[in-house]
């Protein structure tokens, strides 16, 4: 059985309403970005970051997965389907996907800030108080800036056994997910799917780009790989 491997990031998850919330100005629902994503800014103000993380669990049960998520799970029918995502939400696994991996955490985790192997499952706001056993802080399971992101090592080991390489909805602009796309086979197939493509045939070779959102090119590109591998 094929290998896929799909890159994800917030493309498309805003899709289904997710905010980015890192708008032109890099600001993050107006908040410099090392205020709610740095372990510098939560020892600064907890209450701010827990506050901010609240809002993006509180949104994400408002939001559902969209045909995008849903198309790349019909792909576990005939390939063994890898999803390595830079987004924190659970649509993929609601979408039906089976093999998940968060580079930079998750949304509906949290741990300990005393011990960052102490994690457990969370799907209501965490506030001042809330503890792990031997009485530290819990803290969003989120990978921050100047943190290293645990599950790189495994990323790239599931990255170099692909047989087809699909992206969809990121910049490649955030390392070192970005540097995934090094570590495909030389004659692995690449399929870059964004509206504003960041990469060029030029400097992959086997690329081809589908200039187009997540919930139009994904479901098209899922009917072709099945109808050409079924």
């Known amino acids: ?38 372990p510098e800014g939560f020892i600064k103000n907890p209450a701010l970051v827990l506050d901010f993380y609240n809002q993006r669990r509180r949104q994400l049960f408002r939001v559902i997965p969209n045909v995008a998520h849903q198309a790349l799970a019909q792909l576990e029918d005939i390939f ?34 005393g011990n960052t192997n102490d994690i457990k499952l969370w799907k209501h706001d965490l506030n001042i108080g809330d503890i792990c056993s031997n009485g530290h802080q819990l803290r969003p399971h989120i990978v921050w800036f100047g943190e290293e992101v645990p599950l790189l090592e495994k990323a790239i080991h ?11 909805g990121t910049s490649m602009q955030v390392y070192p997910a ?15 799917i964004d509206p504003k493509p960041t990469v060029s045939p030029r400097n992959y ?23 050409k591998n079924a």
Do not use: C
Not at 8 to 37: C, P, Q, Y
Not at 92 to 113: F, P, T, W
Not at 178 to 192: E, Q
Not at 205 to 225: C, M, Y
């Open 1 to 38: 059985m094929k290998k896929v491997v799909v890159l994800t990031g917030a493309g498309i998850s805003a899709e289904s309403g997710i905010k980015t919330f890192r708008d032109a100005n890099g600001l993050w629902e107006g908040h410099d970005v090392m205020e709610v994503a740095s």
């Open 205 to 227: 070779k086997n690329l081809t780009i589908i200039k187009k959102t997540a919930v139009n090119g994904v479901p098209e590109l899922v009917n072709t790989l099945i109808n």
């Open 158 to 168: 599931i990255t170099e056994q692909s047989d087809i390489l699909i992206i969809i």
């Open 178 to 192: 970005a540097s995934l796309i090094d570590f495909v086979p030389p004659k692995t197939p690449i399929y870059f």
């Open 80 to 113: 063994d389907v890898h999803i390595i995502t830079q987004n924190v939400d659970d649509l993929h696994e609601r979408g039906g996907s089976s093999k998940i991996l968060h580079l930079h955490g998750e949304l509906l985790k949290v741990k300990s800030s």
